[in-house]
């Protein structure tokens, strides 16, 4: 039995896997700044083999958005943005691509307040939600982008009417990949709150509940 185990091949993580484990599962900075640069050498290698794959291109584009939110790097936060809008711009109607153009800006709200990230980073809460709203209508009732959009609405404004929904929504939505069920949950945990009119504590759980929210910097 042992032998089939150590002969077992390995199998290697995608750049997606890593990113999900880096941006939910690490707690460490240091680490899940490892774990983002592994990411992007994965991106980079299946970029070399197929220059035009669209989900390496995503993933390059996360991974500096990851760094940058670690680092707090306005260049790399910028980059990102750049590289969000081109993906979004070249398929409208991909929902990961507007998924990540709507979190780049919220999340930067969240992460400065309104006024300092639209000065700092030109990032805009309307443009964000705007973004967010495409990707769930796009996103054929995936739990992950409702549960996404959601959770940033309460992150600002736990009493956003369109977030609550989002919210409620989401524990009922589809669950094809681990992402979706871990948006599930997430938005099953922040719906007991609001629901208990506990606002406050559902909007820092929200926080909580977002890539990298767990991570001290």
Known sequence: ?????????????????????????????DVAIKRIDQAQGV???QLARTPGDRDAKLSM?????????????RGEAMSAKRLFDGLA??????PEA????????????????????????GAKKA??????????????G????????????????????????????????ATPQKVDKLFQRSAATVL???RAGRGEVAQELAKELLPFGKVPR
């Open 142 to 173: 995936r739990a992950m982008f409702s549960g996404l959009a959601g959770l940033l609405r309460i992150a600002i404004d736990p009493a956003d009417a369109r977030g609550r929904a989002l919210v409620d929504a989401t524990t009922r939505a």
């Open 127 to 140: 443009t964000g939600l705007a973004a967010m709203d495409r990707a769930v209508a796009l996103g054929g």
């Open 192 to 194: 007991a709150q609001l």
């Open 98 to 121: 507007a998924a990540a153009v709507g979190c780049w800006h919220l999340d930067s709200v969240i992460e400065l307040g309104g006024m300092i990230a639209g000065m700092a980073l």
């Open 1 to 29: 039995m042992l032998s089939l185990v150590i002969a077992a091949p390995v199998r290697a993580e995608t750049s997606r896997e890593l990113l999900l484990d880096a941006a939910f599962d690490t707690r460490d900075k």
């Open 89 to 94: 711009a070249s398929d409208p109607r991909d």
């Open 43 to 45: 991106a980079s290698a």
């Open 61 to 73: 584009a996360m991974a500096v958005g990851y760094r940058a939110k670690l680092t707090r790097s």
